[in-house]
């Protein structure tokens, strides 16, 4: 059984884009359910203890990025690189999969009349390139999601319904029954709940949308993820 752990990073509002960050990308990590019990878990419980000494703290990208409480012991040097390369060491080792969307809002406003939501976009695409890994290696799974507001929640749930009772893509082309057979169900998961497995979905939202975003600028955070990025030929597209 897989899980496929599901963040976001970035608004998928197409009325008003901030010119400062005109992306919206919905990134998971696809793991083994043994395995994220047994080991991928309890991995990062150990980081948080060495680092907090505690595992009840939240990663979270931004505030880590920011040095914000409870992640103010960052703001030294020495600490936030230690952290960084054990994430790092992580990442390089854990026995993951990654699957992304990234979508640019500016050229999707202007390339359709009446474009579709990002977010609904974003979560046909990732249904399908799950589908098609638990086909390949003869599995079923399910997703997890972090849960938003009642009527995001409620939208994407319909997104998910509407996918495995009419199949995906132009036509309608996925059938149904290939989701259903694989796919189990959805789970919404609040922040409270502390599940590693969406704070790593939501540390690699990010470098994975500043790269499509910015190609050419130096992200050494992608780099590490890059290996893990299920891709066509060594090619992420």
Known sequence: MKIFCLDETGDHSL????????????????IDEKVYKDEISPAIDEI?????????????????????????????ESVRKNLYQDLNIFFAHADIKILSSVILKNKLVNQYIDPSNPYRISMMFLMERFLYLLEEEGDQGYITIESRDAKSNKDLFEQYSNILTNGSGNNYRIEAARFQSRIQKIEFVTKKQNQNGHQLADLIAYPIATKVLYPHRHNPAYDILHPKIRNRNGRVR
Not at 15 to 30: C, N, R, S, T, W
Not at 50 to 74: A, G, Q
């Open 48 to 76: 948080k203890l060495k680092y907090w000494k505690t595992t009840d703290v939240i990663l979270h990208s931004r505030e880590i990025r920011k040095c914000l409480p409870p992640f103010n012991n960052l703001l030294n």
């Open 15 to 30: 009325e008003k884009i901030d010119q400062q960050y005109p992306v919206f990308a919905l990134a998971g990590l696809v």
